[in-house]
């Protein structure tokens, strides 16, 4: 009877110890490619880096996701095309497709291009792009075009439509309000112009001039002595970053000529540092912005990151704030789609897509208690801020805008 008990003993033990071992099997380590600007030619910034590792060291202390731990496979493509196609190419090649489910990071216009075949058709995992490419993710491309590609906003034509529509607002004269409009030369910069030129006709905006400027011009005062001949009431620049030269030239250039023209722009150039950079000349400058402002401590989203900063001791330098509180908008939100997918059983990269297409998010309270959809693949929120030279931030002048909704 005893040696009976015990045999039935350790064979419940034995299920129970099996049984365990196959839940625990289950868990996994979640990889999600990161190839990420640290530095190059459109400046530096550390901060995107320091915005990652405090994430996944936040999701760790939290037992990462349902159990898996998650790893963000950081590189620098040093904002270069053919060093980030190298990057996710090698990662591509090298990790467990099982646990290479999405890629969050840069992706630069130009990879997307280059690479939209391979990973559209051929390896289907989903990516999130930095790019806000009117080609990747406007009215001629989109899910139905490019069903593995995400972004973290409006794109460039939406965020240029947003401006568009504050222009027509804030114009107060029975004549029509006369555009400006400087471009850098790049894909980035001329991607929204047809758009624009659209968009503003329908308006009742007139274009009245249009120039580019490159990105490491050291005098553009015969671009913008050219601009001013035209007479405009509104001039918007776009394409622009606040590590390329020309940005702070731009700026004081443009005040010195048209110094009661506002000057808008686009979600990289409404940066703290963009405002450094600029010095009195970026003062009462207009911009469409995709995140948060790291001031913004009343913000649920916000206090989250500055938490986990204090946590883990990080002193972030003013001019890496902005690009501190991007890394862990990118690293949360990847770490949300697995999270979703997680919970409804399927952590594949297939899973992983459906789960940001069915999404329905606040982003940890980053748009004011408003949610949005990630059906057009596109986090569809922007809000509109001045910049303060005295303060070297920005400060909101519209609520949160759903561009879906405000320019159906």
Request: charge should be positive.
């Amino acid at each position: 009877m005893k040696r009976s008990y015990w045999v039935l003993m350790i064979l419940i033990c034995t299920f129970i110890l099996g049984t365990a071992g196959l839940s625990w099997g289950q868990s996994k380590t979640l990889k999600i490619g990161a190839p990420i600007p640290l530095g190059g030619v459109g400046g530096a910034y550390v901060g995107l880096g320091w915005g990652y590792n405090d994430c996944q060291a936040y999701l760790a202390e939290k037992g990462g996701i349902k159990g898996n731990k998650v790893t963000y496979l950081v590189e620098d493509n040093r904002w270069d095309v053919t060093t980030e196609i190298a990057i996710i190419n090698r990662q591509l090649s090298m990790e467990p497709k099982e646990e290479l489910v999405l890629f969050c990071g840069n992706l630069i216009t130009g990879t997307l291009k280059a690479l939209s075949e391979k990973i559209n058709k051929e390896v289907r995992i989903p990516s999130i792009a930095l790019s806000f490419s009117v080609e990747m993710f406007g009215k001629q491309g989109g899910p139905s075009k490019y069903p593995y590609y995400f972004t973290t906003g409006p794109d460039y034509s939406q965020q240029i439509g947003l401006l568009l529509r504050y222009i027509k607002k804030d114009h107060k004269k029975d004549v029509p309000a006369k555009l400006a409009v400087v471009y850098s030369p790049t894909e980035y910069g001329r991607d929204p112009l047809a758009d624009m030129r659209e968009d503003a006709a329908k308006l009742g905006i007139k274009i009245v001039a249009e120039g580019e400027v490159a990105v490491t011009a050291s005098d553009v005062s015969t671009q913008i002595i050219n601009i001013r001949k035209a007479q405009p009431d509104y001039l918007i620049w776009h394409g622009f970053l606040p590590g390329m030269l020309v940005a702070p030239v731009f700026l004081k250039t443009a005040r010195q000529y048209l110094p009661k023209i506002p000057i808008l722009g686009t979600d990289f150039q409404t940066s703290p540092t963009m405002v450094a950079a600029g010095g009195p000349a970026a003062d009462g400058i207009i911009g469409v912005n995709t995140r948060v402002q790291w001031h913004e401590t009343g913000n649920p989203f916000i206090r989250l990151v500055h938490e986990q900063a204090a946590k883990r001791e990080r002193k972030i330098p003013w001019a890496e704030q902005s690009y501190y509180i991007l890394g862990w908008t990118m690293a949360l939100l990847g770490a949300h789609a697995l999270d979703v997918a997680a919970a409804a059983g399927d952590l594949s990269r297939e899973g992983v897509k459906k789960a940001l297409e069915n999404s329905v998010w606040d982003f940890n309270g980053m748009y004011d208690g408003r949610k949005f959809s990630y059906k057009s693949h596109k986090v569809p929120m922007a809000r509109i801020y001045r910049a303060s030279a005295a303060k070297k931030e920005w400060d909101p002048i519209t609520p949160w805008l759903d561009a879906d909704e405000e320019l159906k």
